[in-house]
């Protein structure tokens, strides 16, 4: 057994993550991956096991947007009213008083450039103070309804002006939709899924539901609880910030395809001066701050990399500085709310993911396991 199989098993034996499965890569191809636990009752972790992706979608969601930004149907800097008429609706929350909400209207236009850096003011509540407030109101449709009328959040900052982790690349992907006139969910399949080999990737867990694995969250007792969470099945339009689902290999895919600058294995989905954008920064000066969660119960506050700056870039958190023993400097990271993690390291030329199905996201147990699973691969393979 090698070090990394050992490193998930230990993870798995403890309870630190209810099961694991994981994979390292290069351009060239799978270096390693391997699985521990059982991802269900009555199925053991593997290279079948069918993942709710949920915010790891923003990456393939980011991609399709800027792949319209390739075919000279937008550009970064266009106002996203001039595409989507309703983003009119949409103004700036002032602040929430006895006689209700107090809005108005934003100071200059949401671009796409905001919509995928996080600097749009549309901002999750789960992880916004002002947002969370906003939630108690009658006013307020939670994104996981998973109709056009629930993504009109509030601004809680004008655009430009602030990071906060939010809704963005739910617009984004409606961008798509407006521009290309195919549904979003189809786009994907026929413009990244198929050219990537992403056989096993769905916007529905019936996809793949033999499979698909048991959602589980942290009782107070330490042991893990099954439970039921997500975005609604057959939505009126399917949301680019958490909508899809997937294998661990097929993710793998993508991110290789991002490593590589657009291409796989012969299939070039966007041009090399295309995807330049996913991985430089885009919020210049600005950096990315913890993230303080309002919902414990579900999230924990996510600061990663104390000490090092983070920008962003058009779908990604970039790390600015090297890390000494793990990832380099232009290094592009996040993740899914049930602790499925990934990075892409340009200048090692490597790309990883742990992933498993548990909250709360970013639970301190499995950030260690995390930790020391990057270190090993970095270890044998950096």
């Avoid at 509030?154 to 798509?176: F, K, S, T």
């Avoid at 997937?246 to 291409?263: I, K, P, S």
């Amino acid at each position: 057994m090698s070090e990394l199989d050992l490193i998930i098993t230990e993870a798995v034996d403890h309870k630190h993550l209810p099961f694991a499965v994981a994979v390292v890569a290069n351009r060239s191809g799978v270096l390693w991956e391997g699985s521990a636990g059982q991802a269900s009752p009555s199925k053991a972790a593997g290279a079948d096991t069918f993942f709710r992706f949920f915010s790891m979608t923003k990456a393939i969601g980011s991609l399709a947007a800027m792949m319209m930004v390739d075919r000279g149907k937008v550009t970064l800097d266009t106002p996203m009213v001039e595409v989507m008429p309703e983003l009119k609706r949409v103004q700036v929350l002032e602040s929430i008083g006895s006689e209700g909400p107090v809005f108005r209207s934003p100071r200059r236009p949401i671009t796409l450039r905001h919509l995928l850096t996080h600097t749009s003011g549309l901002n999750y509540g789960e992880w916004h103070a002002k947002m969370y407030q906003f939630h108690a109101t009658p006013e307020f449709k939670h994104i996981f309804e998973g109709t056009r009328t629930a993504m009109e959040y509030p601004l809680m900052y004008d655009p430009g002006d602030d990071w906060a982790y939010g809704i963005g690349i739910d617009w984004a992907g409606r961008m798509v939709q407006e521009l290309d006139g195919r549904t979003i969910d189809a786009f994907c399949h026929e413009e990244i899924f198929e050219p990537l080999g992403m056989r096993r990737t769905a916007f529905e867990a019936e996809f793949d539901r033999e499979n698909l694995a048991q959602l589980v969250t942290r009782g107070p007792d330490g042991d893990f609880v099954p439970m039921e969470w997500g975005a609604p099945s057959h939505p009126e339009i399917y949301g680019m910030g958490s909508a899809t689902y997937g294998v661990a290999g097929d993710y793998v895919r993508f991110l290789r395809a991002v490593l590589n600058r657009g291409e796989l294995d012969g299939r070039r989905v966007i041009s090399e001066e295309g995807i330049e954008p996913m991985l430089e920064n885009q919020i210049g000066d600005m950096s990315v701050p913890a993230m303080r969660t309002t919902e414990p119960e579900t999230y924990v506050d996510v600061e990663l990399f104390p000490g090092h700056r983070k920008t962003h870039t058009a779908g990604f958190i970039r790390l600015e500085e090297d890390v000494p023993g793990m990832r380099r400097a232009g290094s592009l990271t996040w993740a899914g709310a049930a602790n499925t993690h990934y990075w892409i390291d340009p200048a090692k030329d490597l790309t990883a993911v742990l992933m498993t199905q548990s909250l709360p996201f970013c639970d301190r147990r499995y950030m260690k396991v995390y930790d020391a699973f990057e270190r090993e691969v970095y270890r044998q393979f950096g």
